[in-house]
């Protein structure tokens, strides 16, 4: 199983980026696909899950309505589409995978299968 993130880089604050996620090895519409960040000093937080269908997703209070999580199954990739960033996103960024039934979307705890994460910086 592999889950390689990239599109992360150095951004200006206000900018955007687009993170992708390819996965292999699995049974990709079988999983429930997150995206965590991890900022020096602190622990792993939640950022958005979307559902295999997509229909369902959810995200964190501090990137609501910044952005967007979304996956193509066609492609096993799943995105996070991150607008008018601040410099307390920058964080590195990693890429999840969860079967369904093992518990809430919120907890890092949860998922199977991790990618190697992505830096993202923002600069003020």
């Known amino acids: 199983v592999q889950l390689q993130a990239s599109g992360g880089g150095l951004v200006q604050a206000g900018g955007s980026l687009r993170l992708s996620c390819a996965v292999s090895?699995?049974?990709?519409?079988?999983?429930?696909m997150a995206w965590f960040r991890q900022a020096p000093g602190t622990e792993r937080e939640f950022v958005a899950y979307i559902t295999w269908s997509g229909s369902i997703t959810d995200y964190a209070d501090s990137v609501k309505g910044r952005f967007t999580i979304s996956r193509d199954n066609a492609k096993n990739t799943v995105y996070l589409q991150m607008n008018s960033l601040k410099s307390e996103d920058t964080a590195v960024y990693y890429c999840?995978?969860?079967?369904?039934?093992?518990?809430?979307?919120?907890?890092?705890?949860?998922?199977?299968?991790w990618g190697q994460g992505t830096q993202v910086t923002v600069s003020s």
């Open positions: 090895g699995v049974t990709f519409n079988r999983y429930v």
């Open positions: 999840a995978a969860k079967t369904y039934g093992s518990g809430t979307a919120y907890s890092s705890g949860n998922y199977n299968y």
